[in-house]
């Protein structure tokens, strides 16, 4: 199955940009995660330093306690207790802050501010006994006492971080292992995808130069052609006319030959040299009208812009019905006119059209019957329709299209008079206006013409 180069180009960029707007995501999912766990770390991290900080500071003040009691050195009593629980209480306040998205850390601080607040209490109560130069043994016990409880604590804290921790390193080394794959895969899809576009596209517009340095070949041979094709066309009509005049002139003669040898000898001549020379003469006005015919066929549908113009169909069938009024008079006939639209047209050639098929309705009349010709219009967006009825001899439907053929004729010359160039003509006017022309018939019924035309005549005004 073929599939179209535009469909695949198409299909390329969808699939492009499916794999970037989806690496994207991923991108982005996997960047936040990272992050998310980077923080985390960060928070764990900066917990567990907190928590031994105050370990540290708790430790230290005991063994400032423990130093002065040893070596009555005043210096192990600086910083003092006050101002070490003091600095203990920034961190435990540090500690709340990072903790403040973790309930089971929040309840582990409430615990640790409790004993905090009772290792303050014994420190500086120490520190007061070592001023006066007191000894109790029973108060370091209880220090190391609650300093326990506070270290178990402090790990149960640690404890909780550290499993965080692991559990988000975990999750770090994860999608630190996917990200690079992640983005290498999606980058070699898109760079793939934009490569076979790339080619795909380069194919295309070298192809399409090339189909266009053959339009404008084929362009101009069909100029080429289309000038000596109007030449052609200009000698043709020119020799049409050259040879109907010339033709014309021996049939001149002929007739006037004839016409003397019949004034001067007709009594002489004897019976059958008479008919012969009547048999003569209406071949030469046979030949006169076919001539003509043929040079009306050679000039019939020539129609250029500058000849197009908007033509009252209505009034045009009244002065073709007037030029014929004799003849309509003869055959008692009667014209029901409808009215018609305005349309863009030649009026000499729309003329020639509605005299060449009102003729024929007359020549063809039914001799039993009055003859009767309704013209009516129907019209659908652009186009329109004229339907020319009459209730003449008619035709079999089996010769609709032969009737508009060149010398064709469906009567012999003793019937009928014409040379079977009429509706050959009509067919040639109608094509050059870019319409169309059919013919309906039923054998002593009538004949039905039906011209389908353009209301606008776009190809010219192009």
């Known amino acids: 199955m073929h599939i179209p180069v535009q469909k695949k180009i198409r299909l390329g960029f ?4 499916t794999v970037i707007i989806v690496a994207s995501i991923c991108s982005f999912l996997v960047t936040k995660t990272l992050l998310d766990n980077a923080r985390w770390m960060n928070q764990t991290i900066e917990i567990s330093k907190s928590l031994e900080v105050i370990t540290k500071q708790l430790k230290d003040a005991e063994s400032a306690l423990r130093g002065y009691r040893l070596t009555q050195d005043t210096t192990f009593l600086r910083p003092t ?63 190391e006492k ?12 640690l404890h909780i971080e550290n499993a965080k921790l692991h559990q988000k390193s975990r999750l770090q080394d994860f999608f630190s292992a996917i990200w690079i794959p992640v983005i290498f895969i999606s980058s070699l899809m898109a760079i793939l995808i934009g490569i076979y576009s790339y ?43 050259v040879a109907s005049h010339d033709l014309q002139e021996p049939l001149r003669k002929i007739s006037t030959f004839s016409d003397r040898l019949q004034t001067k000898y007709g009594g002489e001549l004897p019976q059958e040299a008479s ?32 000849h197009i113009e908007k033509v009252d169909m209505t009034q045009v069938l009244q002065e073709v019905t007037g030029d014929l009024e004799v003849s309509l008079q003869e055959k008692k006939a009667t014209v029901h006119i409808a009215q018609l639209p ?3 047209g030649m009026p000499t050639a729309f003329h020639q059209l509605f005299q060449n098929i009102i003729t024929n309705a007359i020549k063809f009349a039914d001799p039993g019957r009055q003859l009767v010709i309704n013209i009516r219009a129907e019209q659908e967006n652009n186009q329109c329709r004229i339907y020319i009825e009459d209730n003449g001899i008619g035709f079999d439907p089996a010769y609709a299209e032969r009737i508009f053929l060149l010398f ?36 002593g019924k009538g004949a039905t013409f039906i011209i389908e035309l353009p209301l606008t005549q776009t190809l010219y005004n192009e």
């Not at 969808?14 to 940009?17: D, G, S, W």
């Not at 409880?149 to 402090?154: S, T």
């Not at 040639?428 to 206006?433: G, L, R, V, Y």
Request: glycine content about 6%.
């Open 14 to 17: 969808f699939i492009a940009f």
């Open 81 to 143: 207790m006050q101002e070490r629980s003091i600095k203990i209480e920034e961190e435990y306040m540090l500690l709340r802050r990072i903790t403040a998205d973790s309930r089971r850390q929040q309840l582990h601080l409430d615990t640790l501010k409790k004993l905090l607040e009772k290792k303050y209490q014994q420190l500086i109560a120490g520190e007061a006994k070592l001023s006066v130069r007191q000894t109790d043994t029973s108060a370091v016990q209880e220090g």
């Open 146 to 157: 609650w300093m326990d409880k506070i270290d178990l604590k402090v790990q149960d804290m």
């Open 199 to 241: 080619v795909t596209l380069t194919r295309e517009f070298r192809l399409q130069l090339h189909i266009e340095s053959r339009l404008k070949s084929y362009q101009h041979d069909l100029q080429q052609n289309i000038k000596l094709l109007n030449k052609s066309n200009e000698e043709l009509e020119q020799f049409a006319y």
């Open 275 to 306: 008919d012969l020379i009547v048999r003569m003469v209406g071949a030469v006005g046979r030949m006169r009208v076919l001539i003509n015919d043929l040079l009306l066929f050679s000039r019939a549908g020539r129609i250029t812009p500058e």
């Open 342 to 344: 305005v349309i863009e």
């Open 408 to 443: 064709q004729r469906l009567h012999g010359m003793s019937e009928y008079s014409g040379t079977g160039i009429g509706l050959a003509i009509c067919k040639k006017i109608i094509d050059s206006h870019h319409g169309h022309i059919t013919a309906l018939g039923s054998p």
